[in-house]
């Protein structure tokens, strides 16, 4: 037997039942999830950096029961259902695909002979994606309207052309978007021998920043923003290189812990201990296991 998307919406319902459910099902919230949700899209991601497919299959599924679990609350707050979930999705990428569905319907094919350029689509897709924005404005400026037509509350803050870049994501993530976002309108480095220059200058800043902290003349948050300016510099450098951040920072994080370990496993097999060595010492080990890494490939 096979189950269907049927059964695990069956399953939700009943994890969730007031009385008959799980008690730790029933206290969740939209709000109280996201945490579980954010993890197990980490895990995703970390299954296909390690290339472990197998596993991948377990966390596409932990990561689907959070679509499910959010569209189960929504269905019992009448906000929502999975089934709405579906359609505006599919609705949105239709929409979205005017050179596979040029009829604005799933049904409708385009004729391979006549395809547009990928310089069409992406203009297309921007200016989309621009107009789905320009509604949902629209959408909230209405909503925010009283009977008498005045508006019953006023926006927090004006239309921009960087909304719909979600606040909750990953710093350097968002930042990277936020580049792109702001590039596409004209807001950009002429080309990558600037980013350099504004580098230098921010490591020289941050300095200054943390040699006045340092005398007691400057202050922690002064350090902190100095060191934001430069990591956001960083990833301006990484997108004229067309090099995704996130996962450069990735790479290091793994070469560091396999180097780590690597010294470990030296000193543990020559019946030394870690914490009692020299930093000299772990220091000569780290450029052996460097040296090895070279010759490896």
């Not at 202050?219 to 067309?242: I, P, S, T, W, Y």
């Not at 930093?279 to 070279?294: H, N, P, R, T, Y």
């Amino acid at each position: 037997m096979t189950y269907s998307i049927d059964d695990l919406k069956l399953l939700m319902a009943r994890l969730r039942d007031p009385e008959t459910g799980c008690p730790w099902d029933t206290k969740q919230t939209f709000r109280s999830i996201v945490p579980h949700t954010l993890e197990e899209a980490y895990e995703v991601a970390d299954a296909i950096e390690r290339k472990d497919y197998g596993n991948l299959k377990d966390e596409l599924g932990d990561l689907l029961f959070q679509v499910i679990f959010y569209s189960q609350i929504g269905a019992e707050e009448n906000r929502f259902s999975f089934d709405a979930v579906v359609d505006n999705l599919v609705r949105k990428l239709v929409r979205r695909h005017p050179h596979v569905f040029p009829q604005g319907t799933l049904e409708s094919r385009i004729d391979p002979d006549n395809r547009p350029d990928e310089a069409w689509i992406k203009e297309s897709w921007e200016r989309i994606k621009a107009e789905e924005r320009a509604q949902k404005q629209s959408d909230t400026s209405a909503d925010a309207t009283s009977p008498s037509g005045l508006p019953s509350r006023l926006p927090s803050r004006l239309p921009s052309r960087l909304d719909g870049i979600a606040r909750a994501m990953p710093a350097m993530v968002r930042a990277e978007k936020l580049q792109k976002r702001a590039a596409r309108h004209g807001f950009d480095w002429p080309n990558i021998e600037p980013v350099f220059d504004k580098l230098h200058e921010e490591i020289d800043e941050l300095k200054e920043a943390w040699q006045a902290a340092e005398s007691g003349q400057g202050d922690h948050d002064a350090v902190e923003d100095e060191l934001g300016d430069l990591l956001f510099v960083c990833v301006n450098l990484a997108r004229f290189m067309k090099v995704n951040p996130e996962q450069a920072v990735g790479r290091t994080n793994h070469k560091f812990e396999a180097r780590f370990r690597a010294i470990e496993q030296v000193l543990e097999r020559e019946g030394r201990s870690f914490d009692e060595e020299t930093l000299e010492a772990l220091d000569q080990i780290w450029q052996s296991v460097k040296g090895v890494e070279k010759k490896s490939g």
